[in-house]
Every structure is written in structure tokens, then in C-alpha cells.
């Protein structure tokens, strides 16, 4: 499950007990303070804070001697052990005395390199158990004890209880958020793949804890759509390549990652196409023809075929986000919401789509639809015989049935739980406002998809210009050469961009609230420093 469950904890220990406990805390790895309201800054904690402040404080104004301006290289791990967070801070306060007794003693570069190092693994680690302090709050009651809420993943839940043994007094596991509980932390469990786009998602935010995590369908849908605008099994060879490259670099292992999936993706759709740098070649399925979307050659029909499939995939696409829209209502408990807007829009859309077919294979008329013997478009093609008539017939009702309870369901349902007619009469308008924007809407962002159809063609269109300048000989390929490139760099990017903005804008927008909060567990380590709490 994309979005991990938790367990709501609660540990309690003596006030002698503080900096034991709090070790555990922090050497779980997993443990996010709870921050509700009516929890408070214990004072134990508070001053433990304040002493690592200062610790971080002074090990700062060291590293601001000048016997460290002409140190240079890589800073080491320091690993500093204990049991207790207290003992862990008189270490701390040790080494930093030790060594400004003895700063002028260092006099050799690796030395002084050494004591450089381990200065700021202090500072570091004294900054982290700072904060880590800070964000544990602590239920108000008996001064002799100190209670600390948090949310642990249930699937570490006995691993937690073997670590904290007697300090843990309580735990519960969360099955929802409601709209006005207290916030829940959100911890994403995706599998290496799906975490590469991952990013994505959380560009319009973090699902709250009751939300549908759309991170695996975006790594699904995301290289898909990439793939069908980019088609080009030379263009997508490219991409890998780059991609090989940026992951051996860390800094840019996340962009690597992303390109080997995309080129993998435009490798895919341009075998299929049988084009590679805009030339066609043979494959075992065949290629080309005036109704395929295969192949580098286009025709009116083919242009048209082409068109009409993209706005078939973005239905689809739009379909799913609408049924996520219902279930995350449905999950979060909003019913009134669920029933009255989020089922209707869901309804509208899904008879929306065949009764625009209808309409269109009667010749963008309404007169005599439902009589109408002409087979409906696509589904002709796709060999299912099913008239317009019919496919009115059928869609027709539902899609006005739809329209009226996004527009008066809303408004009967206050009248019903309040009894304010004043209430019910404001909802009634913007039910009427809603009811007739909402099948415009739909069409719109319906429409949108062409551009799946509209970048495939014209990445069509650009490979087969430059694959004409081949017959010029070498310079006609070297020319290629310096042409491909600048249709991979620029069509890349603008791909890119439309892909994104179909995910983000037109998908995200029918479900996701992106409202959570992330899990961000207490920290024991860092480039410079690790805690180890036995």
C-alpha cells in the first residue's frame, strides 16, 4: 500500500528517565512526534534542547578559528555511542573542551583536517538532537512523568514495542482521517521503480493519510503518454543513454533514473512504429497503411484515426481520475460529498463520452439520434456493432439524471439536515451554475488530450523531414546528426512539459487534494555524524 499505515503511540517514562528515553526515540529511525492540539513543551525536554543548542553553538564559534580557513578536503563520519541522550550530550561537551585546550597544539594538515572534522560532526549532531528535542511534545499531567505521542508504521509496530519495552504505554492503529480530525503524517511506501515519479506527485502536494497515494499510476500512465508523443526508437536509445550517464553521477541519479524509464518508454513506441531518427523500417507486425497508427506515414485519415484514439486514452485517463475522486470521499467518510457531487460527475462523464460518439456519427446533429441506424464511430472500428440509436438511448437519460442531482442534490440535502430554506435557495444557484458548467468542463478537458495525437504527429512529421536529409551523403548525415539532437533536446522538453501538465492539471485536479503532511521520523544521523544508541 502506497500510503503506509500507522499506529498511533504513546510512550511514558520518569523524568530521571528522560534522556533514555529519548535515545530510544531517536535510534528507532521511524518515530514522528504527534503535534496536536493540547500538547506542550515539557520543560526536561526543553532544557535538553537548549543544552545541545548551546553545544552546537560553541563547536560553531571553534570551526570559526582561523587555524581551519586553509583546511580543505572531504569532512569524515564521527560516530558518537551511547545509551542516553544526556550522557551523548556531556560526550559532546567533553570533546569540544578537549579540543579548545588544544587548538594551538595542532600544528600538522591532517591534523588539523582531524580536529576540523571532528568539530563539525559535534556541531551537526548537536543541531540534530536540537531539533529532534524541539519536536517532541509531551501531554500535560504528572510533573514526575513525561508523556510523548507519535505515530509509528504498523508494519515496525512489535519491532517498536521490543525497542521502547516498558516506556510504552499505549498504541492505536489509524484507520482514516476524517476532514477535521487532527492531522495525520503521510508515509509513502512505493517500490524503487514507482518512487522515481514519485517527485511528481508531490509537486501538487502530500496525500493526507486518508487519500489514494496515484504515485503508481503516474509511473505507469506518465512514461506511457511520454512514449506515444515521443515514439521514436532512436530518440528513446538516446535518452537511455543519457540516462546511463546521469546515474553514475549522484547528484543527478534521480534525472538518470527518469530518462531510462521515458527513452525506454519512446524505445517502446518507436519499435512498434518501426521508426528510428524518423526512418521506417520493416517489422515482423508490419507498419504504415491508412488507417494505422503505425508507421511514419500520415494521411487525413490517419491524422484523424490518430486524433480520435487520443481523446479515447485521455476518457479513460479522465474516467479513473473521477472513480479516485469518488473512492478517496468515500474513505475520508464525506458521503454527502461522494453522492451528491463526486458519483454524479463520474456518472456524467462516463455517459458523456458515448453519447458525444452518438452525436458526432449522426452528423454533429441531435435531430433523429435516437432513430438513427448509422454505426456508432469507433466502436464500428473497433467491432462492436452498436448503432446511434442505441448508444443514445442508453446514454442520454443517465447523462441528464447526472446533471440534475449535481445540480439540485446538493441543495435538497440542506434543506433536509438544516431546515434553511436560505441556505438551500444559495445552493440551489450554485447547483444551477454547476450543473451547467460541469458538462463544458468535461468537454474541455476531454479536449486537452489531442495533444497526445498532436505531439505524436508532429514527432512524425519532424523525423521525416530530417530523415530526407540522408540522401545528401555525409553531409546530409552529419547534418541528421545535429538535427536529431535538436529535436530530442527541444521536443524532449516540451513532451516533458505536456506530460506534466496532463498528470498535474487535468488528472490531478478531478481527485487529488494533496493536503497531508509528510512522516518525517527523528533524526541519528548525517553526512558528518551518526548517533549510535545502544
Known amino acids: 500500500m502506497p500510503v503506509a499505515g500507522l499506529d498511533l503511540v504513546e510512550v511514558r517514562g520518569q523524568r530521571g528517565d528522560l534522556g533514555r528515553l529519548a535515545a530510544r526515540l531517536i535510534s528507532f529511525g521511524e518515530f514522528h512526534p504527534a503535534q496536536r492540539e493540547g500538547l506542550v513543551q515539557d520543560i526536561g525536554v526543553l532544557l535538553l534542547a537548549n543544552r545541545a543548542h548551546a553545544t552546537a553553538s560553541r563547536a560553531g564559534e571553534l570551526l570559526g578559528a582561523d587555524a581551519f580557513k586553509e583546511v580543505r578536503g572531504p569532512v569524515s563520519l564521527e560516530t558518537f555511542r551511547s545509551d542516553d541522550v544526556v550522557v551523548l550530550l556531556d560526550q559532546l ?64 509496530l512489535v519491532e517498536f514495542e521490543g ?83 546521469l546515474r553514475s553521477r549522484a547528484r543527478y541519479a534521480y534525472w538518470g533514473s527518469l530518462l531510462l524509464v521515458l527513452g525506454a518508454s519512446a524505445c517502446t513506441v518507436g519499435l512498434l512504429r518501426g521508426v528510428a531518427f524518423g526512418v ?39 474516467t479513473s481520475g473521477y472513480a479516485l475522486g469518488l473512492a478517496d470521499r468515500l474513505r475520508s467518510g464525506d458521503y454527502a460529498d461522494a453522492l451528491l457531487e463526486r458519483l454524479p460527475t463520474l456518472t456524467m462523464y462516463v455517459s458523456a463520452v458515448p453519447l458525444g460518439l452518438a452525436i458526432v456519427g ?55 439536515s438544516t431546515r434553511s430554506p436560505g441556505a438551500a435557495s444559495r445552493a440551489t444557484a450554485s447547483g444551477l451554475v454547476e450543473g451547467l458548467a460541469r458538462p463544458v468542463e468535461l468537454f474541455v478537458n476531454t479536449v486537452s488530450y489531442v495533444r497526445l495525437g498532436v505531439l505524436m504527429i508532429t514527432t512524425t512529421i519532424l523525423g521525416s523531414l530530417v530523415a530526407d536529409v540522408l540522401s545528401a551523403g555525409v553531409v546530409g548525415y552529419i547534418l541528421a546528426g545535429f538535427l536529431n539532437l535538436a529535436i530530442i533536446a527541444l521536443e524532449g522538453v516540451i513532451v516533458y512539459v505536456q506530460d506534466m501538465r496532463l498528470q498535474l492539471y487535468e488528472w490531478f485536479s478531478e481527485f487529488y487534494t494533496g493536503s497531508g503532511r509528510p512522516f518525517v521520523p527523528l533524526v541519528s544521523g548525517g553526512p558528518s555524524f551518526s548517533l549510535a544508541f545502544s
Not at 504505554?169 to 482521517?177: G, R, T
Not at 497503411?289 to 476518457?315: D, M, N
Not at 441531435?366 to 443514445?392: N, R, Y
Open 362 to 416: 449522426n452528423g454533429i446533429s441531435i435531430s433523429g439520434i435516437f432513430s438513427s441506424g448509422a454505426d456508432a464511430p469507433l466502436l464500428s472500428q473497433a467491432g462492436l456493432k452498436v448503432t446511434v440509436g442505441v448508444l443514445a438511448s442508453v446514454t442520454a437519460p443517465v447523462f441528464v439524471a447526472s446533471i440534475i442531482v449535481v445540480a439540485f442534490g446538493r441543495p435538497l440535502f440542506l434543506f433536509v
Open 93 to 156: 561537551d567533553d570533546y569540544l573542551e578537549t579540543a579548545s585546550e588544544n587548538l594551538g597544539l595542532f600544528k600538522r594538515p591532517e591534523d588539523e583536517k582531524g580536529i576540523r572534522d571532528l568539530l563539525i560532526a559535534i556541531r551537526d549532531a548537536s543541531e540534530a538532537l536540537f531539533k529532534d528535542l524541539q519536536r517532541m511534545l509531551s501531554v500535560p499531567g504528572d510533573s514526575s512523568q513525561v508523556e510523548i505521542e507519535g505515530y509509528v508504521p504498523t508494519s515496525r
Open 280 to 318: 521506417q523500417f520493416s517489422t515482423p507486425w508490419g507498419a504504415g497503411g491508412p488507417t494505422s497508427l503505425l508507421g511514419s506515414g500520415l494521411t487525413a485519415e490517419s491524422i484523424s484515426l490518430i486524433l480520435e484514439v487520443a481523446v479515447v486514452i485521455g476518457a479513460f485517463h479522465l
Open 163 to 245: 525497542r521502547l519495552g516498558g516506556y510504552l504505554a499505549s498504541h492505536e492503529q489509524l484507520k482514516k482521517q476524517g476532514r477535521y480530525d487532527p492531522y495525520v503524517p503521510t508515509l509513502l511506501r512505493n517500490p524503487r521503480v514507482v518512487s522515481v515519479f514519485q517527485d511528481l506527485t508531490l509537486q501538487k502536494g502530500v496525500p493526507n493519510y486518508s487519500e489514494i497515494d496515484p504515485t503508481p499510476i503516474v509511473a505507469l500512465v506518465f512514461p506511457v503518454f511520454f512514449g506515444i508523443m515521443f515514439g521514436d526508437l532512436g530518440h528513446g536509445l538516446v535518452l537511455v543513454a543519457a540516462g546511463l550517464v
